[in-house]
Nanobody
Framework: QVQLVESGGGLVQAGGSLRLSCAAS????????MGWFRQVPGKEREFVAG???????LYADSVKERFTISREDAKNTVYLQMNRLRPEDTAVYLC???????????????????WGQGTQVTISS
């Protein structure tokens, strides 16, 4: 059974940093696209960042130059380094992984077949 488990969320002041981790189990994702989304109650799930099997990355405009996604395939883990955090970054952050191998990066949630439960990130002003 595939599981994605996020960690690293918390409460920080604006301008601070957090590093989220997502550990996958049940299958390897070294040849799959992985990503991070975020969700606020009452709003649609929003793409944050994605990383391809070859290391290519894609970011939402709102987080470019502040967030960095990376992966460590030996640990079947993807990370999201978040710097210069803003109150509007407050959300539940969810890790996602595509089942398809060698797929293309995408901002669309339907491309990602596996989802974690999420980790809360709260930024105080």
């Amino acid at each position: 059974q595939v599981q994605l488990v996020e960690s690293g969320g918390g409460l920080v002041q604006a301008g601070g940093s957090l590093r989220l981790s997502c550990a996958a189990s049940g299958r390897t994702f070294s040849t799959s696209v992985m990503g991070w989304f975020r969700q606020v109650p009452g709003k649609e799930r929003e793409f944050v960042a994605g990383i391809s099997w070859n290391g290519a990355t894609l970011y939402a405009d709102s987080v470019k130059e502040r967030f960095t996604i990376s992966r460590e395939d030996a640990k079947n883990t993807v990370y999201l380094q978040m710097n210069r955090l803003r109150p509007e970054d407050t959300a539940v952050y969810l890790c996602a992984a595509a089942a398809r191998q060698w797929g293309l990066l995408s901002v669309a949630p339907y491309v990602y077949n596996y989802w974690g439960q999420g980790t809360q990130v709260t930024i105080s002003s």
